[in-house]
């Protein structure tokens, strides 16, 4: 995959069930049909996540900023879906799977920070802004304007700062995932034992 990719080694948090899908596991030789469905799983639990704008374990992700909408609107997107102005972010979630174990994540650079949160720092640059001026009055009108719609450019030193994002996390195991994909586990390997050879 190009670009930044996030990727979740499936991992169950508690030791118990984590053991018993390791011994799940370990009795079978051909298992990658097993991170197969985990992967189709955690698929389906992440779409969830985006459709309900919720965490795996059911937190509501934070609003969006009034600002975000309407710049949003401004550039006909979806304005008050969060994550998914584009559906790009949505739409690249993948999963790979191997004889011993899955992988899920996103090739896109801003996937992780949507996913973890954190600070991104903006460096210091020169940006070409668009206004009005009204030869008339001899006024600049001080609002913004698209660069089609404007008759005075001018370019000004935007300072360093940061920015902070917001943790929206789509990707992880919750509770129910860990008793979910144990059950997958259960299931795959009745299957593999009444499978004939």
Excluded: C
Aim: charged share 30%; net charge positive; proline share 5%.
């Amino acid at each position: 995959m190009a670009g930044t990719t996030i990727t979740y080694k499936v991992s169950i948090q508690d030791a118990a069930l984590s053991a018993e899908l390791d011994a799940l596991a370990r009795r079978s030789e051909n298992r990658r049909t097993f991170y197969v469905q985990v992967g189709e799983y955690m698929l389906n639990s992440t779409s969830d996540s985006f459709e309900k704008e919720r965490t795996p374990d059911g937190q509501p992700w934070k609003t969006l900023m009034p600002a975000t909408i309407k710049r949003r609107e401004e550039k006909r997107q979806t304005p008050i879906k969060i994550l998914r102005a584009s559906g790009r972010l949505a739409g690249s979630i993948n999963y790979r799977a191997s004889n011993d174990d899955m992988t899920i994540g996103s090739p896109l650079p801003y996937a992780a920070i949507h996913n973890n949160g954190g600070e991104i720092e903006m460096p210091e640059r020169t940006q070409t802004i668009y206004q009005h001026y009204d030869e008339k009055n001899d006024e600049i009108d001080q609002r913004f304007r698209k660069k089609s719609k404007s008759n005075f450019a001018r370019d000004v030193l935007v300072k360093a700062h940061s920015i902070t994002m917001p943790a929206r996390t789509y990707l992880d195991i919750s509770k129910e995932n860990e008793k979910d994909i144990i059950q997958i586990g259960r299931e795959w390997l009745r299957g593999e034992n009444t499978s004939p050879n």
